[in-house]
Nanobody
């Protein structure tokens, strides 16, 4: 079992930055691929970024490429999402997720709200 707790969300003006953190407890996350998803009001949850267990490979959805950076610190059991040049369309609840194998993310945090004002 992995418990995930996100933090770092808030209200920011367009063009600003936030850094989200996802703290894990329970089993170590060194054996997990980690990801960030988001869900805007009235929309389905969407993939934002993920990072492999080693931290070497990461993927991003097109709309955040060049603005967001995912990283991880396995020793601290924490995953980060650095978000720069935020846009109003980035407004959503951001969720951290972990998977131990396969394609399905098994563990989810409760989410943290990010609101970007224009």
């Amino acid at each position: 079992q992995v418990q995930l707790v996100e933090s770092g969300g808030g209200l920011v003006q367009a063009g600003g930055s936030l850094r989200l953190s996802c703290a894990a407890s329970g089993r170590t996350i060194s054996g997990c691929d980690m990801a960030w998803f988001r869900q805007a009001p009235g929309k389905e949850r969407e993939f934002v970024a993920d990072i492999t267990r080693s931290g070497i490979i990461s993927y991003y959805t097109d709309s955040v490429k060049g603005r967001f950076t995912i990283s991880r610190d396995n020793a601290r059991r924490t995953v980060y999402l650095q978000m720069n040049n935020l846009k109003p369309e980035d407004t959503a609840v951001y969720y951290c997720a972990a998977r131990t194998g396969g394609s399905r993310y098994e563990y989810w945090g409760q989410g943290t709200q990010v609101t970007v004002s224009s």
